[in-house]
């Protein structure tokens, strides 16, 4: 039987890293050592911030962005709602009331209109999420936080190695989140990070990450706060470098399978995810609409029977079954992308041909039926 086309495929291998994993191994120091330093000072090179704190995941690194920036019960958080649960759950978690703000039709990010028409006194962070990967919009977005004065937080889970104007996402927002998870285009297993120019910010988190510690009392720790263990170990900082060097070769050869796709697939109504003027996209996912007289599920289907991974685009979290019997609040525009939208294999070596024939051949049985 043929390889099943996969969605992605990790960019690291074990040749990679070897050499330096016995060298940790011999050690037996595992965290809190080298690794960790470079991987912190590879994110701050590579993305222009001044400041890097390693987490668990996006999730964790979510959670304590909010916690910093003290939002609590009563408070309201503005999220995109096109995007993974995580972006809402952790509003859940600190207790304050996430605010779904609707995305554009074309680029699947916040709607600047809808975010401007639900900010009220209660409202006291935004939460705008880089739709796989795209930050098309956020300038616009960080224009009206700055307007009202509230923070700008960026769920850029998706996001490392995407720029607008140039300036590379970890170094636009207030709080700029990443994900390592391994459906993500940099992975070390699990992991994530916080990014921010804000020395306060960074000194708190990793305070808080590291079980309240900070500095010495005598010769011992000194914990000045309660706190969590939310460290990275060295292999995964190790992981992490390794792919952060390789970074722009890998989203400039993602760009040019996504060309090849949308050749393929636009004349056939497919329509690829918008990305505005001044925005490089790293292509963490890549995104078409459907056309409205196909049904995406049956293409998913189809696809499968073919041996080719696909999936829907993101979620419209208003409409998960928890936030929806929870706020009533459904997003049209959300919604209707969930439904509308298809992911498509995206990595080096995939081949577009094999992909874009099934494809074909799945419009070509429609129009016949
Ligand atoms: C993957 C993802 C997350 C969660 O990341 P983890 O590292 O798995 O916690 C959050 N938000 C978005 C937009 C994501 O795509």
Same mark, same amino acid.
């Given at each position: 039987?043929?390889?099943?086309?996969k969605?992605?495929?990790?960019?690291?291998?074990?040749?990679?890293?070897?050499t330096?994993?016995?060298?940790i191994?011999?050690s037996?120091?595992?965290?809190?050592?080298?690794?960790?330093?470079?991987?912190?000072? /590879? $994110?701050?090179?590579?993305?222009?911030?001044?400041?890097?704190?390693?987490?668990?995941?996006?999730t964790t690194?979510?959670? *304590?962005?909010?916690?910093a920036?003290?939002?609590?019960?009563?408070? @309201?958080v503005?999220?995109?709602?096109?995007?993974?649960?995580?972006t809402?759950?952790?509003? #859940?978690?600190?207790?304050?009331?996430?605010?779904?703000? &609707?995305? &554009?039709?074309?680029t699947?990010n916040?709607?600047?209109?809808?975010?401007?028409?639900?900010?009220?006194?209660?409202?006291?962070?935004?939460?705008?999420?880089?739709?796989?990967? %795209?930050?098309?919009?956020? &300038?616009?977005?960080?224009?009206?936080?700055? #307007?009202?004065g509230?923070?700008?937080?960026?769920?850029?889970?998706?996001?490392?190695?995407? %720029?607008?104007?140039?300036? @590379?996402?970890?170094?636009?927002?207030?709080?700029?989140c990443?994900?390592?998870?391994?459906?993500?285009?940099?992975?070390?297993?699990?992991?994530g990070?916080? $990014?921010?120019?804000?020395?306060?910010?960074?000194?708190?988190?990793? *305070?808080k990450?590291?079980?309240?510690?900070?500095?010495?009392?005598?010769?011992v720790?000194?914990?000045?706060?309660?706190?969590?263990? +939310?460290r990275?170990?060295?292999?995964?900082a190790?992981?992490?470098?390794? =792919?952060?060097?390789k970074?722009?070769?890998?989203?400039?050869?993602?760009?040019?399978?996504?060309?090849?796709?949308?050749?393929?697939?636009?004349?056939?109504?497919?329509?690829?995810? @918008?990305?505005?003027?001044?925005?490089?996209?790293?292509?963490?996912?890549?995104?078409?609409?459907?056309?409205?007289?196909?049904?995406?599920?049956d293409?998913?289907? +189809?696809?499968?029977?073919?041996?080719?991974?696909?999936?829907?685009? !993101? +979620?419209?979290?208003s409409?998960? !079954?928890? +936030?929806?019997?929870?706020? @009533?609040?459904v =997003?049209?525009?959300?919604?209707? $992308?969930?439904?509308? !939208?298809?992911?498509?294999?995206?990595?080096?070596?995939?081949?577009?041909?094999?992909?874009?024939?099934?494809?074909?051949?799945?419009? /070509?049985?429609?129009? &016949?039926?």
């Open positions: 039987m043929k390889d099943r086309i969605l992605i495929k990790p960019y690291i291998s074990f040749d990679e890293v070897s330096e994993l016995e060298e191994f011999d037996g120091q595992l965290t809190k050592g080298q690794h960790v330093a470079k991987f912190v000072k /590879s $994110l701050t090179d590579y993305t222009g911030s001044l400041y890097a704190v390693p987490m668990t995941s996006a690194a979510l959670t *304590m962005c909010l916690k920036l003290g939002i609590k019960k009563g408070d @309201k503005a999220i995109s709602d096109f995007s993974f649960p995580a809402a759950n952790v509003v #859940e978690d600190v207790e304050a009331t996430p605010i779904f703000i &609707d995305v &554009d039709q074309d699947y916040m709607s600047v209109d809808d975010l401007r028409s639900k900010i009220d006194d209660k409202v006291k962070a935004v939460i705008f999420v880089d739709a796989l990967g %795209s930050p098309s919009g956020i &300038d616009k977005i960080k224009s009206v936080c700055e #307007e009202f509230l923070p700008l937080i960026e769920d850029a889970a998706c996001a490392i190695g995407s %720029s607008v104007n140039g300036v @590379k996402v970890g170094a636009i927002a207030d709080l700029t990443f994900s390592f998870h391994p459906r993500k285009l940099l992975t070390t297993g699990e992991g990070a916080i $990014l921010t120019n804000n020395q306060e910010y960074a000194t708190w988190l990793d *305070m990450a590291n079980h309240g510690a900070s500095g010495l009392r005598g010769k720790f000194d914990f000045i706060d309660f706190g969590y263990n +939310y990275m170990s060295e292999i995964q190790l992981m992490g470098w390794k =792919q952060v060097a970074l722009d070769g890998i989203t400039e050869r993602r760009n040019i399978i996504a060309d090849q796709y949308a050749e393929a697939l636009e004349p056939l109504g497919m329509k690829r995810q @918008k990305i505005a003027e001044g925005v490089y996209h790293n292509i963490q996912s890549l995104i078409f609409t459907v056309p409205e007289t196909v049904k995406r599920d293409l998913i289907d +189809y696809l499968a029977e073919h041996n080719i991974e696909s999936t829907l685009g !993101t +979620y419209c979290l409409g998960t !079954t928890f +936030y929806a019997n929870k706020y @009533k609040a =997003q049209p525009t959300a919604h209707w $992308l969930e439904n509308h !939208t298809i992911t498509l294999p995206c990595y080096d070596g995939v081949c577009v041909n094999t992909v874009s024939t099934v494809i074909n051949s799945f419009f /070509s049985s429609q129009i &016949d039926d």
